[in-house]
């Protein structure tokens, strides 16, 4: 059989390119879903409920309509019919939504009504004047709610409960162990572009300008709800204002908005205003979580007990799995992970970027943090003495773990080992305490299904092509080099079409996955036209490379080469013009080996060092260092993972110091729902961030040897803040963000 491969490592990657759709986007060429304006397009704004429980019982339409410019209001009364059901869930992803399909309020923000204007400036108006009167009843919002379910673990966002080893034999075997609960707050993905859609209906016909990390399933789930086939429907998303895993799933606003259109025969555009951005687009659930560390006479765990109680909405059943975090990290005699929800009067939660490992690793990471603390260890040391050379529970090796050249590298450059034991030993020349902490990073390294389709064109250019989604970290990037490696082309030559739906299907951009997951397909996909040139040119007696099946070829620089034998080559050009001089077009699909997925486990690790300067006097706290060090397989583009990893860190700085909705809870609404209240880190709340990737050569993976870089950055961070600001005051504080009033009150 000929065995025609790309070459795995091309001269593409590897290589620190900047972004292919950066020019476009500082120069504002780049269009998002709200820059199109089709002729006759209306404008649709929502009315956001203003209480979080009871009923909607009277809405001024006469004097809403009678502004001018006011097209159409849509309530309750008279609702348009949706052909799939709001409240069903019938595919991956799939969450509850509301679309006006009845009069109850559950959650501030909700859409209650949806109004169609000539402008955005009527349609405005006509909201206001609205003016929806509520029966309100008392609204349920926080952790200490009654109404409280198991989670079971039955599917996407329901965590369920993992016990590996006997717990209580666990429990009774440690010699000494901290009992600590931890709690973080609800997050916001707060993406820079808000949601927005452009619909415009031909008919049966739908063409949607939509930002959304998973195009093709999109389309299939807006075909569900519409009542007609995904191929009626197009999706352009070239470019998405990120997304945090908000734009992965179907919502309500998008849904009326659409079909508003389908109605009234004209576009519709609806853009989510900041403030309605905390409500019907999902957001991180508050978590309260109880960590119990048992360890004996070595410093050897004996039990790691995770019990996570997270909010959920009053209709749906997503669970932060916050102790999942818990599962892969510490070689610990038994595990235990179980999750409890809360009904809460808020809307449906779901993933945001690091589900789960952000806030679980937060009260993990400080948790071991203030067990190392007890015994007077080194908190690197205490790591290391539960370092898991396998996957704690399962016992399976990991496809690839440079945890150990992480934690070496990092605290090397960090200066870790100048670190006083004691809290408040280091001050500044200004009088700042100083602090020193560090956290271990995890993150899974998943594949999702997707397709590529690779085209050698007879010019010896190539084409590739996926529905993949760039929401910022470089996709149009990294898998353009991905895909010119796979066609042997240099990426000058390779055209990359993505980001709409007529294209295979690139899967979802979500779980640090999108990488491995739509550069695999490429990958794959290159490998198909690839062999078939071959199979051309070993057939074809004229060339070079006749009769070579049996020792096989390599794609090189647009050249076919005799593996083995560099002097037997042909240009891609001259075996297609002999062939008749049409294209050669291969597919391919995103794999991971099902014996490799069964017998390893695959994660991306790192560690995480942070300094922090603490005011004595005022109790301000600076993040003035951070260093990351992570191994996350092959790195395709350094520049963009070592700007996804800092993005994390950042984040990681906004979960520890800055972040949380605050909600009133007379009200249920959140009273901090803009970017004035809503703190997010700035530029000067960020000071040294270094990353290192660390090398790390994984077989198992995928045929790519690629992890993933979008999430992990965050986990990590979150606690060696945590433990610095412990280290530099001597205050431990439990709750996220950590407060000045908090270390006060410490004092
Ligand atoms: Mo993400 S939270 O995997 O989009």
């Known amino acids: 059989m000929l065995d025609a491969r790309p070459t795995r490592f091309g001269s593409n990657s590897g290589q620190p390119m900047t972004r292919r759709d950066g020019i476009a986007k500082v120069t504002g060429t780049a269009t998002f879903a709200a820059d199109n304006n089709p002729e006759g397009l209306l404008h649709a704004v929502y009315v956001p409920a203003a209480i979080a429980r009871g009923r909607v019982v009277k809405y001024d339409t006469a004097a809403a309509m009678a502004h001018p410019g006011v097209v159409r209001i849509y309530t309750p009364e008279n609702a348009l019919p949706m052909a799939g059901d709001p409240e069903a869930k019938p595919f991956m992803f799939a969450f509850r939504f509301d679309a006006l399909q009845n009069d109850v309020v559950r959650y501030a923000n909700q859409p209650v009504a949806l109004v169609l204007g000539d402008t955005l400036e009527a349609a405005n108006e006509g909201a206001r004047l609205l003016n929806p009167q509520y029966a309100a009843e008392s609204p349920m919002v926080g952790l200490d709610g009654d109404d409280r379910f198991e989670g079971d673990g039955g599917g996407f966002g329901r965590a369920g409960a993992t016990v590996h080893g006997d717990t209580e034999a666990g429990h009774a075997a440690a010699t000494q ?77 998008q849904v009326l908005a659409i079909l508003a259109a389908r109605d009234l025969g004209r576009p519709v555009k609806l853009m989510l205003r900041r403030d309605q951005m905390f409500g019907p687009t999902g957001h991180r659930g508050a978590t309260r979580q109880r960590l119990r560390i048992g360890i004996d006479d070595d410093g050897r765990m004996t039990i790691l007990d995770h019990e996570t109680l997270a909010t959920t909405s009053a209709f749906d059943d997503f669970i932060e799995p916050a102790s999942n975090a818990s599962q892969g990290l510490y070689a610990a005699g038994a595990l235990r992970s179980v999750h409890t929800a809360v009904r809460a009067n808020i809307g449906t939660p779901g993933p945001v970027r690091a589900p789960g490992e952000a806030s679980g690793s937060a009260a993990l990471e400080s948790a071991m943090d203030e067990m190392a603390e007890k015994i007077g260890m080194d908190p690197l040391e205490f790591r290391l003495r539960n370092y898991a050379e396998t996957e704690p529970g399962t016992g399976r090796p990991y496809s690839s773990k440079a945890l150990r050249d992480c934690y070496e590298q990092g605290a090397a450059r960090f200066g870790w080992a100048r670190r006083p034991l004691k809290p408040r030993q280091m001050l500044d020349d200004d009088g700042m305490l100083v602090g020193w902490g560090m956290g271990t990073a995890l993150f899974a390294a998943p594949m999702f299904a997707a397709e590529g389709r690779a085209t050698l064109r007879p010019d010896g250019t190539g084409l590739i092509e996926t529905a993949a989604a760039d929401m910022g970290q470089g996709a149009w990037t990294a898998l353009a080099q991905i895909g010119a490696d796979a066609l042997g082309l240099p990426i000058e030559k390779v055209e990359f079409r993505s980001g709409t739906s007529d294209l295979p ?46 020792t096989g070829v390599v794609a090189r620089d647009g050249r076919l080469y005799a593996r083995e034998d560099d002097s037997r080559s042909e240009a891609f050009t001259d075996i297609i013009a002999r062939a008749g001089g049409a294209a050669v077009v291969g597919t391919g699909k995103a794999s991971r080996s099902p014996e490799d997925a069964a017998a390893h486990a695959m994660y991306s690790h790192g560690a995480v060092f942070a300094e922090v300067k603490v005011d004595p006097d005022l109790y301000q706290m600076r993040v003035t260092r951070l260093v990351g060090a992570f191994a996350a397989g092959r790195i395709i583009n350094p520049r963009l993972a070592e700007s996804q990893l800092m993005g994390g860190m950042i984040w990681g700085i906004s979960f520890a110091l800055h972040e949380a909705a605050v909600f009133d809870h ?36 995928n045929a790519l040897g690629v992890k993933g870089v979008g999430e992990i950055g965050i986990t990590g961070t979150v606690g060696a803040i945590a433990n610095a600001i412990w280290h530099a005051t001597g205050t431990r504080v439990r709750r996220f963000p950590i407060r000045i009033e908090d270390l006060l009150a410490g004092q």
């Open 177 to 253: 162990a901290v009992d600590l609960t931890y709690e973080t707050p609800e997050h916001y993905h707060n993406a820079m572009e808000t949601h927005a859609v452009v619909a415009r209906w031909d008919g049966d016909k739908l063409e949607l300008d939509l930002p959304t990390q998973a195009i093709v399933m999109s389309r299939g789930a807006y075909g569900y709800y519409l009542g007609i086939p995904p191929e009626d429907i197009t999706i352009r998303s070239p470019y998405l204002g990120g997304g945090f895993g908000s734009k992965a799933m179907v919502q309500g606003p």
């Open 505 to 550: 299907d690139g899967g979802v951009a979500g779980g640090s996955g999108h990488t491995a997951t739509a550069g695999g397909a490429l990958h794959a996909a290159g490998g198909d036209a690839i062999r078939q040139l071959a199979e051309i040119a070993a057939a074809d007696p004229a060339s070079p490379l006749f009769g070579t099946g049996n």
């Open 666 to 701: 007379r009200t249920g609404r959140i009273v901090n729902g803009d970017f004035a209240g809503y703190h997010i880190p700035v530029n000067a709340d960020v000071h040294g961030l270094e990353v290192i990737t660390v090398h790390e050569d994984d077989p198992h993976v």
